[in-house]
């Protein structure tokens, strides 16, 4: 199994900054990818911005050129760096984590892992 924990929610103004982190452990070999997904009131929980083992990140166009995100392997920790921001970005935020494919079936393994989700809320 892999355990993830978000923390750095917060309150913060528009135009402000935040820096969550996703602290990972357990089985993180079994994994090839990790992400970061929101959640707004009432809306669906979508993928925001990707990361591979190797640092390659993708990001939804909504975010694109205000987050990055980053992996610190030494740590196992999953960052996710949010400028710039605007109310709508308010949302839980949850990291979440992909089993690679080879992973897939073995005993004790899921198919994929998401965090408890933390909050982030962009008002004046």
């Known amino acids: 199994q892999v355990q993830l924990e978000e923390s750095g929610g917060g309150l913060v103004q528009p135009g402000g900054s935040l820096r969550l982190s996703c602290a990972a452990s357990?089985?993180?070999?079994?994994?090839?990818?990790w992400a970061w997904y929101r959640q707004a009131p009432g809306k669906q929980r979508n993928l925001i911005a990707t990361v591979s083992n190797d640092n390659q990140p993708n990001y939804a166009d909504s975010v694109q050129g205000r987050f990055t995100v980053s992996r610190d392997k030494a740590q196992n920790t999953i960052h996710l760096q949010m400028n710039s921001l605007k109310p709508e970005d308010t949302a839980t935020y949850y990291c979440y984590a992909h089993t690679a494919p080879e992973f897939i079936g073995v005993p004790d393994l899921a198919s994929d892992y998401w965090g408890q989700g933390t909050q982030v809320t962009v008002s004046s």
């Open positions: 357990g089985s993180i070999f079994s994994i090839d990818y």
